[in-house]
């Protein structure tokens, strides 16, 4: 017996009914006429510290909806449908933008920064949005998706990591049947080279036969991220190439600074990466923290305790973004890649699969 048959065969019924799957979905507020909305977070909406379903992204004006976890995925799909009803309810004539790709967008440095209050963590989460705007630009931090966190009973740390080698290798195949952002206002990319088209007379750009250019060059790509060689051969390997990146001082960083002439900070560090989350990636290990805990410290303690898919766009053609259809291609997608033979990766393959 093989070792793919033997995966499968260790798939007991049981197993599969353990399977537990969350939804975080972000969405820009915007006016009916398609213009940002640049005001608060709505009172209605509660602390977006503090509140365990509706949050905010990177912007004031980016918010986030978060489902618990759930063993069927149309309980999933029911509560996001649920948070997302409360929240337009609290939004007066705002609206939640249904592209990945954002609306009409104001000058660069005008956006809103996400606010968490005065405590030391808001501050700190305010910062570090602060020098995301100072590294990628804040037009790209509004890029909007949905973000699905899986597990299945029995993973070690070695079968997450086989599972997200398969996943990264073939990866192309869920953008091709479910990149939804083909097109972008033309705000987006103003004084900016691209290679985008004009859509008639309006005021869309499109690229022909694009999918997602929320994954491509426009969207969430960093040319700094790009000498990360971050390794998914293992747990050990996986951390240290994100501590590397947390504790190495990176040029263009050191020149942005950490303050301003004025006392007020600009970023949180001057390393390749500020906080862990800042790396980008189509699929993370993931472990739920304890107040306080960094989640690099938190894998490294207790282990990998699902993985967090990460490509998705907004599907414009659902109310809520997603269907469950998609999440049940999801779960037979992340089963696949579990199962099959997942060679460890190299220098030589990360390349080829970041051209690609």
Not at 64 to 71: D, K, Q, R, Y
Not at 302 to 314: K, M, N
């Amino acid at each position: 017996m093989d070792r793919t048959q033997e995966a499968l065969s260790a798939l007991t019924p049981e197993r599969l009914r353990g399977i537990r799957r969350g939804l975080e979905k972000e969405s820009l507020r915007a006016f009916p006429g398609g213009s940002l909305a640049m005001t608060p977070h709505p009172l209605g909406l509660g602390s977006a510290l503090t509140h365990p379903h509706i949050t905010t992204d990177f912007s004031e004006s980016q918010v986030e909806l978060i489902t618990g976890v759930h063993a069927q995925p149309e309980d999933c799909l029911q509560e996001l449908t649920d948070v997302q009803r409360f929240t337009l309810q609290s939004m007066g004539e705002e609206r939640l933008w249904v592209s990945s790709m954002p609306c009409c967008l104001p000058d660069d440095d005008a956006i809103p920064l996400g606010q968490y209050g005065s405590s030391n963590v808001g501050r700190s989460k305010t910062v570090y949005r602060m020098g995301l705007g100072h590294r990628y630009g804040r037009r790209m931090q509004t890029i909007s998706g949905i973000h699905y966190n899986w597990s299945l009973p029995g993973l070690g740390n070695d079968e997450h990591f086989a599972l997200i080698r398969n996943f990264r290798r073939h990866a192309f195949l869920l953008l091709t049947l479910f990149g939804a952002s083909p097109a972008v206002c033309s705000s987006f990319v103003e004084g900016r080279e691209h290679e985008l088209q004009k859509l008639g007379n309006t005021g869309t750009l499109y690229m022909p036969h694009g999918t997602s250019l929320r994954m491509g060059r426009l969207g969430y790509q960093s040319d700094a991220q790009s000498s990360l060689a971050v390794s998914y051969n293992s747990l050990e390997g996986y951390a240290a190439s994100l501590q590397d990146a947390l504790l190495r001082p990176y040029p263009a960083y050191e020149a942005i600074g950490i303050q301003d002439e004025q006392g007020g900070y600009k970023q949180l560090s001057t390393s390749l990466l500020q906080i862990e989350n800042e790396f980008y990636s189509t699929i993370r290990p993931k472990r739920v923290i304890q107040s306080g805990e960094r989640p690099l410290h938190a894998l490294r303690e207790r282990g990998v305790e699902y993985v967090e898919v990460r490509l998705l766009d907004l599907d414009p053609f659902e109310p809520i973004g997603i269907n469950g259809q998609t999440l049940r291609f999801l779960d037979t997608f992340l089963l696949h890649c579990l199962v099959s033979d997942s060679a460890h990766d190299t220098p030589a393959e990360v390349a080829e699969m970041a051209h690609n």
